[in-house]
């Protein structure tokens, strides 16, 4: 699975990482489980929203949150951050 990131991924990490560096390890983590065991228990991963234009979401961290789409050959992070933030 290729993971790509879109600008507004690129740009919401790195002001994420500003506040919590720590969390580089852990989505590193969460983006690797994603890719051996897309159903692990730990990701919580949930559908949003309907159409065509569906995004996905799985947890970082009690209240983080990372957004993506799957795409044809992988996925393109979309979004993280704070529950309230990113949706």
Same mark, same amino acid.
């Given at each position: 699975? *290729? !993971?790509?990131?879109?600008?507004?991924?690129?740009?919401? =990490?790195?002001? /994420?990482? @500003?506040?919590?560096?720590? %969390?580089?390890?852990?989505?590193?983590?969460?983006?690797?489980?994603?890719?051996? *065991?897309? @159903? +692990?228990?730990?990701? @919580?991963? +949930?559908?949003?929203? #309907? &159409?065509?234009?569906?995004?996905?979401? /799985?947890?970082?961290?009690? #209240?983080? @949150? %990372? %957004?993506?789409? =799957?795409?044809?050959? &992988? !996925? !393109? %992070?979309? #979004? !993280?951050?704070?529950?309230?933030?990113?949706?």
């Amino acid at each position: 699975m *290729n !993971i790509y990131l879109s600008s507004g991924y690129l740009k919401a =990490y790195k002001k /994420i990482l @500003r506040k919590k560096p720590y %969390l580089n390890s852990k989505v590193k983590k969460a983006l690797k489980t994603l890719q051996e *065991n897309p @159903r +692990h228990s730990s990701l @919580r991963l +949930h559908k949003l929203g #309907d &159409g065509s234009y569906k995004n996905w979401s /799985i947890s970082i961290e009690k #209240d983080v @949150r %990372l %957004l993506f789409s =799957y795409v044809k050959d &992988g !996925i !393109i %992070l979309v #979004d !993280i951050g704070s529950h309230n933030k990113v949706y």
